[in-house]
């Protein structure tokens, strides 16, 4: 069955600093990739999504992320973070053969402050 | 387009009593999802519905949750009888058949069992 580690609950970064939230996933078939956020008192939404093709997706509000096949991770990144990018994100994962189910990780808050 | 309609948003209830609560998917959305947010964890995937036949329900606690999807459109999630640990936020989600993980959140239904 597939599944998702987020190793870091909380990663606090300054304004304007670079950040990198960690997901990696386990699976013996191919697989469907996906970081969502949550930001406060708000609903669950897609933020970018991996299906095939190049390895790098960009995703809303300039954040992208890398799928890595040998180290099965799909770490999310932002060159530069503003105060309303704080919020909880959440790795998710489903197979890609027929009808699978959604998995999500842990997550991981991320604190921006001034 | 209207988004994924959950209610009620809140429900507050004694233990050992009974709740259920509504979803309406997006429209064409063939993929139904039910999960279940402890405070500060990640969302557990209670049921998965792909028109009314379900993908998975492996960590539905059967004893005491119960979800039907009748003619593959709106579905209900019930408890009874509910117990304190049920307290939680329960999200409802929705996404095509042809877009696997792509999930559209509905606002959640917050359960608090006293």
């Known amino acids: 069955a597939q599944s998702v580690t987020q190793l870091d609950s909380q990663v606090p970064v300054f304004e304007e600093a670079p950040v990198e939230l960690r997901c990696n996933y386990s699976s013996s078939v191919s697989v469907y990739l996906f970081w969502y956020v949550q930001y406060p008192n708000q609903g669950l939404q897609l933020l970018l999504k991996?299906?095939?093709?190049?390895?790098l997706v960009k995703g809303i509000n300039g954040f992208e992320a890398e799928f890595n096949k040998s180290q099965t991770s799909f770490h999310l990144r932002k060159p530069s973070v503003h105060i309303s990018d704080t919020a909880e994100y959440f790795c998710?994962?489903?197979?890609?053969?027929?009808?699978?189910?959604?998995?999500f990780g842990t997550g991981t808050r991320l604190l921006v402050s001034p | 387009e209207a988004g994924v309609a959950q209610s009620p948003r809140y429900k507050i209830i004694e233990k050992r009593q009974s709740v259920a609560f509504w979803c309406n998917p997006i429209s064409g959305h063939a993929t139904l999802y039910w999960y279940q947010q402890i405070l500060g964890q990640g969302p557990k995937l209670l049921i998965q519905?792909?028109?009314?036949?379900?993908?998975?329900d492996s960590q539905l606690p059967k004893d005491r949750f119960s979800a039907e999807r009748l003619k593959g459109v709106d579905s209900t999630l019930k408890i009874q009888p509910a117990k304190l640990e049920d307290s939680a936020v329960y999200l409802c989600a929705s996404s095509l058949e042809a877009a696997p993980g792509e999930a559209f959140f509905g606002q959640g239904t917050r359960l608090t069992v006293v």
């Open positions: 998710a994962v489903t197979l890609n053969t027929g009808f699978q189910k959604l998995v």
């Open positions: 991996y299906l095939s093709g190049s390895t």
């Open positions: 519905f792909q028109n009314n036949g379900v993908v998975d």
